[in-house]
């Protein structure tokens, strides 16, 4: 094997590649998307794919992503060995899926490992997911792949039952786990909280909670954590868990595909590593959300139902309204604000009865409330302060300020009100219209930022009346924002007198 030095080059996208002289790929026999093994002095490898260039790197150079350098612990001018390689076999079981073969255990397992060991390219993943997506899975595959995923990341175990709540997303201002984990973790059941960042949406479980705490831990951080205060709220993607699907969720986003099987591949295996015994899952349903009927939301439920009994987990599925926003923020510091404001007593009651509905349903599963009470007891454990104690034990916990009040909460200093331009009700909010103009102005990335909403549907409104405001944290980010309102409409305002018969 012939040495080469290191050139660093400053790309993100395609992180995967290694470029190299169209003389030197001669030389090693390779074509563009050939892999080859690269290897530093110290024997540490990785793979990559193969570009080729005439003049960003010379014959005796290969070009590699900081990602890759640092993967080798090599720094420019070093030299590594290179070497070509053949594909994985499960490059042939993508191409097997792609035609419509059940796959077996071991070709499913060998796939997932592949995608951890990335020894699979972006585009192979995303072959893949297009499978998955077009062609379906049967029962057992799925099974297989939830518990490959799972088995090639961290497993967390906990000495006592683990309660778990997860929402299938796609609604606006989802920070209902920041009110369930501190009520089911208050009543003394288990409920170690792993949640996302915002992909495509203003703000994700971990990024409102980061604004009241760090939400990055490592695992023995979060068991230590969960086991003194029955909860936690913490990022799931700093606990290498289930790590295959922290790479298919990087194909899924640009292709704006949630195949069904990944999906409930994405969730279980995730509980599956945390030690999850018992789960509710939300499942959003209405216009704008993800399910849009209340028939599919069943027939989806069901399956993660049927699922979780093969993966002895117990799995009961809220259907709950998800046609506009949850509650009134939208955006981190806005959502954080909210929820605090709901543990101190004087949230917005849909954001109360959606959050005691849900973590009374893991209060039955739980044996702290009898069947049919379960609401009526969070409702209990919210109203009486214990819900509050508990999330401001699991922010110290965290590394945040223990006695945060909502009022403390610091949100964007550029704000804008959008009036109502007639007398009327609101009709319609559009989910994704309020999702696009929070994300305009900066968030989530730009904590304080987002949307509130003044008026949803069905409530009454006076012309020049708020109907949302607009907060950023610069004020070019809160002109784009603006800008977006009147082409999107977010809110539909309209009179109730539709017609008179007969005509005057």
């Known amino acids: ?73 090599i720094a420019e001018g070093e030299s590594v060995s290179v070497e070509p390689i053949p594909p994985p076999v499960s490059v042939k079981h993508v191409h097997e899926k792609m035609r419509g073969k059940k796959l077996g255990r071991e070709e499913i397992y060998a796939i997932v490992r592949d995608v951890v060991d990335k020894n699979l390219s972006e585009l192979e993943m995303a072959a893949f997911v297009m499978a998955e997506h077009y062609k379906g899975m049967e029962q057992d595959e799925l099974l297989w792949l939830i518990q490959a995923i799972a088995d090639t990341g961290t497993r967390i175990d906990f000495d006592k039952p683990v309660y778990d709540k997860h929402s299938i997303g796609g609604v606006p201002g989802n920070k209902v786990s920041l009110i369930i984990v501190p009520i089911v973790a208050a009543s003394g059941l288990l409920i170690p909280k792993t949640s996302s960042r915002a992909i495509t949406s203003a703000s994700g479980t971990a990024d409102t909670m980061s604004v009241l705490a760090p939400v990055e831990f490592s695992a023995q951080e979060l068991h230590k954590i969960a086991s003194k205060l029955n909860g936690a709220i913490v990022w799931g993607g700093g606990l290498n868990l289930a790590p295959a699907d922290d790479a298919f969720i990087t194909v899924e986003y640009p292709l704006q595909l949630d195949p069904e099987p990944q999906m409930i591949a994405s969730i279980l295996a995730k509980k599956l590593a945390v ?42 599925c809220g259907v709950t309204y998800g046609g506009q926003p949850i509650g009134r923020a939208v955006g981190p510091a806005l959502e954080a604000k909210e929820a605090m404001q709901t543990l101190e007593g004087a949230g917005p009651q849909s954001l109360v009865e959606k959050s005691t509905a849900l973590a009374g349903m893991l209060l039955e599963m739980g044996g702290k409330a009898p069947k049919g009470n379960g609401q009526e007891t969070a409702r209990e454990i919210l109203q009486s302060g214990m819900a509050l104690k508990k999330m401001l034990e699991i922010i110290e916990a965290q590394g945040g300020n223990p006695h945060i009040r909502s009022e403390e909460i610091v949100v964007g200093s550029f ?55 607009i907060y950023a944290e610069r004020q070019s980010k809160l002109e784009q924002a603006y800008s977006l309102v009147a082409k999107l409409q977010p809110v539909t305002i309209e009179g109730m007198l539709l017609e008179e018969i007969p005509e005057y």
């Open 1 to 73: 094997m012939r040495s080469y030095a290191v050139r660093m080059l400053d790309l993100s996208a395609g992180s995967r590649i290694a470029v190299l002289n169209a003389k030197t790929a001669d030389s090693l026999g390779v074509v563009p998307w050939d892999r080859i093994r690269i290897k530093n002095g110290r024997q540490r490898a990785t793979a990559a794919l193969v570009e080729i260039t005439k003049s960003l790197v010379s014959e005796n150079q290969i070009g590699l992503p900081r990602l890759v350098a640092q993967e080798l612990s």
């Open 275 to 316: 030690g999850t015994d018992f789960l509710v899952l939300d499942i959003p349903t209405g216009e704008g959300a993800k399910i849009p009927t209340s028939e599919e939301a069943r027939r989806l439920g069901n399956r993660f139902i049927e699922t979780g009994i093969k993966l002895n987990m117990r799995i009961r």
């Open 415 to 469: 704000k804008h009100s959008v009036t109502a331009p007639v007398d009327g009700y609101v009709t319609h909010v559009s989910n994704a219209a309020i999702n696009e103009i929070a994300r305009a102005t900066g968030a989530p990335v730009e904590k304080g930022s987002g949307v509130v909403l003044h008026l949803k549907r069905g409530e009454k409104v006076s012309k020049g009346e708020p109907i949302l405001d």
